[in-house]
């Protein structure tokens, strides 16, 4: 781009006319002049702005690719952002599973070792109530051989039997002198177990029992368990550890339609009560 002054133009047309004097002519000279060096620097200026245009059309355009970068690492960040965030979900759940799952196994730890403890103390019993066992059989071997009594385990308890004929006579409740002097061996025997219970329980076959004394075969065991406690407690078996019971005929031992049968369900059992609630012949198998 040029530009032309009025000035410029003026002196274009005086020489062109021939019409000036040096004078004037001098003078439109120095005009030209000074009007090219103004168009000479107007054009280094534009020349100038125009670089610098173009440097700030290339500054925004890589401004504009800095700023599509940063949109799309932006957009790349909300996706790894949604991805840990999903991770860290699932790691929460897992966690909480595993918490769970460890609360359940202490629980089922905390439960087994209730268990073994218990089995330990079932155990320690049985082992117990074997010892007392022996210790009945070898201190009553003699009444035992002699068919006075028996010894044995019944679901976890020391059972001494004695029949009713070594006992009383038929439809009573006083003990014979046989009778009394079995019970007093019996009791110097249980009263070196102070820390143990024994019940005293009566039975009868099924024969109707009717007095007035003993209205059923339920009053008649029941005295006769009666009249065994009391001699027990005078021969040194403490009151607080023995206690009687009458079954009647209802807890039979045999079949009373035979005469044997019948001899079998008369009896008086000594029964030695486990400290445990839970206890038999044999221990409990651990079940996972």
């Not at 000035?7 to 001098?26: D, I, M, R």
């Not at 201190?139 to 019944?154: A, F, P, R």
């Not at 038929?170 to 079995?182: E, I, K, L, M, W």
């Not at 102070?194 to 008649?220: C, Y």
Request: hydrophobic share 40%; net charge negative.
């Amino acid at each position: 781009m040029r530009l032309i002054t009025l000035a410029t133009l003026v002196a274009v047309a005086l020489l062109s006319s021939g019409c000036v004097t040096k004078q004037t002519h001098e003078a439109a000279l120095q005009e030209l002049s000074k009007t090219r060096s103004s168009l000479s620097s107007a054009e280094s200026t534009i020349a100038e702005q125009q670089g610098q245009i173009e440097k700030n059309e290339k500054a925004l355009a890589l401004s504009k690719e800095q700023i599509e970068r940063n949109k799309n690492e932006l957009s790349d960040l909300d996706l790894k952002k949604a991805t840990l965030q999903q991770e860290l979900d699932a790691a929460g759940k897992r966690l909480n599973a595993s918490q769970s799952q460890l609360e359940d196994s202490q629980s089922k730890l905390s439960a087994s070792e209730a268990q073994l403890e218990t089995m330990r103390q079932i155990e320690a019993e049985t082992e117990k109530r074997n010892e007392i066992y022996a210790r009945f059989v070898k201190e009553l071997q003699k009444m035992i051989d002699g068919g006075q009594l028996t010894v044995s385990i019944e679901r976890g308890r020391i059972v001494i039997n004695l029949p009713d004929n070594v006992l009383f006579a038929t439809g009573s409740a006083r003990v014979n002198q046989d009778g009394q002097a079995a019970l007093k061996q019996i009791a110097n025997v249980l009263s070196e177990f102070s820390d143990r219970r024994f019940q005293i329980e009566g039975h009868t076959d099924n024969v109707p029992m009717k007095s007035a004394r003993f209205p059923s075969n339920w009053e008649l065991s029941t005295a006769r368990a009666m009249s065994v406690v009391h001699l027990m407690v005078e021969e040194g078996v403490s009151a607080e550890n023995v206690s009687a019971a009458g079954f009647g005929e209802f807890h039979p031992r045999a079949d009373n339609e035979t005469p044997e049968g019948r001899a079998l369900n008369r009896r008086i059992e000594i029964i030695m009560q486990p400290n445990l609630e839970i206890l038999s012949n044999e221990l409990p198998k651990v079940t996972e």
